[in-house]
C-alpha cells in the first residue's frame, strides 16, 4: 500500500517565522508535488520534482522554496511565513509519466498569525 | 499554458440517478493523461479514472465513467446510480507527459446527492 506522509496534520505559526512541511513516500516514487488547496480555487501546483535535487516551480510558486535531497523526502519552505500562506498544504507522489495517478498525503492546515 | 476549467462549482442529484460533471482543459501538448479524484469531507484524495489523450475508447471503472472528447478539450465524469456516499468534492486533473510530469487540477465541483 502506498503511503504518503506529512509532518503535522495541524500547524500555527507567527508571521515572519520560517516554516517547513515535510513529506515522505514510501513506494520509491520519482516525482513528488506540493499542492495549496483553498475553497473555489482548487489545488494549485506550488512546486514539483521529477528526481532528486530537481525541482519545477509550478503555478504559484512566491513566498516558497523546496528541497529533495532524498528521492523519498520532499520539503516545503515558507522563508517567511505571511498569512496569506494560511491553507490547507497537499503533498503527492506518483511514478514518473502522465500515465500514472497521484498518491496524496492527509493534508497540513497551516494557520499563519 | 496549461488549464483546468470545472464551471459547477456544486451540483445536486437524486440518488440512484446519473450526474455529469464538467471539465475543460486547455494544452497545447499533444500527449497528457486526464484523471479524476474524489475529495470526502474526511479530506483524502482518491483517485477515481484515468484517461489518456491517445485513447480511442472512453475510461471506465464500475459506475464512474470518462467521457473524453478531444476535439472539444473535455473530458467530463460521468457517475451512474449516485449513492449517498457520492457526495464530496470532485477534482479533474490533468498530467503533462513532458517538463518533470508537470499536474495541474480544477477548482472543483462540490456533489451533494439527496435521498
Known amino acids: 500500500d502506498v503511503k504518503v506522509t506529512q509532518s503535522s496534520r495541524y500547524l500555527v505559526k507567527r508571521t515572519g517565522e520560517k516554516v517547513f512541511l515535510e513529506c515522505v513516500q514510501d513506494m520509491d516514487h520519482e516525482n513528488m508535488f506540493w499542492y495549496r488547496q483553498d475553497p473555489g480555487l482548487g489545488l494549485r501546483l506550488i512546486y514539483f520534482?521529477?528526481?532528486?535535487?530537481?525541482?519545477e516551480k509550478g503555478d504559484i510558486p512566491e513566498g516558497y522554496s523546496v528541497s529533495r535531497e532524498k528521492k523519498e523526502r520532499f520539503s516545503l519552505i515558507l522563508e517567511s511565513a505571511s498569512t496569506n500562506q494560511t491553507s490547507m498544504y497537499l503533498c503527492?507522489?506518483?511514478?514518473?509519466?502522465?500515465?500514472?495517478?497521484?498518491?496524496f498525503g492527509p493534508g497540513t492546515r497551516l494557520t499563519v498569525t | 499554458a496549461q488549464k483546468i476549467t470545472q464551471t459547477q462549482p456544486g451540483m445536486f442529484v437524486q440518488e440512484k440517478e446519473a450526474v455529469t460533471l464538467d471539465c475543460t482543459y486547455d494544452?497545447?501538448?499533444?500527449?497528457?493523461?486526464l484523471f479524476w479524484y474524489k475529495q470526502p469531507s474526511s479530506g483524502e484524495m482518491i483517485f477515481l479514472i484515468y484517461?489518456?489523450?491517445?485513447?480511442?475508447q472512453n475510461a471506465t471503472e464500475g459506475r464512474y465513467s470518462l467521457n473524453f472528447q478531444k476535439a472539444r478539450k473535455s473530458a467530463n465524469l460521468v457517475i451512474s446510480a449516485s449513492q449517498l456516499g457520492d457526495s464530496a468534492m470532485y477534482f479533474c486533473a490533468m498530467r503533462l507527459n513532458t517538463g518533470g510530469f508537470k499536474t495541474i487540477f480544477g477548482a472543483g465541483t462540490r456533489l451533494f446527492v439527496k435521498a
Open positions: 520534482s521529477y528526481d532528486v535535487k530537481m525541482k
Open positions: 503527492a507522489s506518483s511514478l514518473s509519466g502522465a500515465f500514472y495517478e497521484q498518491y
Open positions: 494544452t497545447s501538448d499533444q500527449s497528457y493523461g
Open positions: 484517461q489518456g489523450s491517445y485513447d480511442e
